[in-house]
């Protein structure tokens, strides 16, 4: 019997210090910009697009090229509201995610009106895994990317979206489904740089070619598109990042992340 626990003590002990080490090493990648795209093909993202299971990339929508990752409209006949989002396969907490991105070609036919030069960055997202397959949009907080379409009339970017969530903007409940950013309008098919600051479920801020254009807090769960009617009110603490497909061409490079706090 002795000889039992005395066994059982040292596989106690060891396996405490190797939870420890593995801890280490984990808080050892906080800090450090971690690649997420790396160029070449879509390894470590997930496609769902609407109408279709997790997995299916129809006309490959979703594709890399030239060290970019494209979103692509060539093998559609019609867009038919076939909204599409590409996640990344870890959620994440607390973070900095920068990227480039830029808008290219024409918009598919079939495509919404306010969708031409439109795109996002879908950050706290629910995972795909989660998504009812006719599901538009996921659950998630949006920063919402838009291009100029008209020389002197304005289109900010990085503009705050929110399907099924709420946030605050000066302690005022935002339940406005859009909220503008107070960016430049950029024309064209030129590479803009977007930053988003993530901390948890208190502040959230983007910034456009380094100027900080809007910022918010308390991300929650709610709203008319909330699909998972059963964490209403909660907060959003952690989650999914997606890049969207909302029927008008857009590419997205140089794609890291600087982890804070990783989700639990």
């Not at 969530?165 to 302690?171: A, R, S």
Request: glycine content about 8%; overall charge positive.
């Amino acid at each position: 019997m002795k000889y039992s626990i005395n066994l059982f003590l040292f596989a106690t002990i060891m396996l405490a210090f190797i939870r420890c080490k593995s801890t280490q090493k984990t808080e050892a990648r906080t800090n450090e910009w971690v690649q997420l795209f790396n160029g070449k093909d879509l390894n470590n993202w997930h496609v769902k697009i609407k109408g279709y299971p997790l997995g299916e990339n129809i006309y490959n929508t979703f594709r890399v090229e030239n060290g970019a990752l494209q979103v692509n409209y060539d093998g559609y006949n019609e867009f038919d509201r076939r909204f599409g989002h590409i996640f990344y396969k870890n959620p994440y907490a607390s973070y900095i995610l920068k990227l480039q991105y830029r808008f290219i070609g024409s918009q598919v036919k079939g495509g919404e009106g306010w969708a031409q030069k439109n795109s996002g960055v879908m950050i706290h997202a629910q995972s795909p895994q989660s998504m009812n397959v006719n599901q538009d949009f996921p659950v998630s907080i949006e920063v919402q990317l838009l291009g100029g379409l008209t020389k002197g009339k304005e289109r900010s970017t990085a503009n705050l979206c929110t399907p099924g969530t709420y946030v605050l903007i000066n302690d005022k409940l935002v339940t406005a489904h859009c909220t503008p950013s107070t960016s430049k309008t950029y024309y064209g098919n030129q590479w803009v740089d977007l930053e988003v600051l993530v901390l948890g479920d208190s502040l959230i801020s983007h910034k456009v070619n380094g100027k900080t254009v809007i910022s918010y807090a308390k991300p929650q769960i709610g709203g008319e598109h909330n699909t998972l009617k059963n964490k209403e009110g909660e907060p959003l603490t952690a989650g999914y990042i997606a890049l969207q497909s909302e029927s008008h061409p857009v590419e997205f490079k140089n794609i890291y992340l600087k982890v804070l706090a990783f989700a639990k």
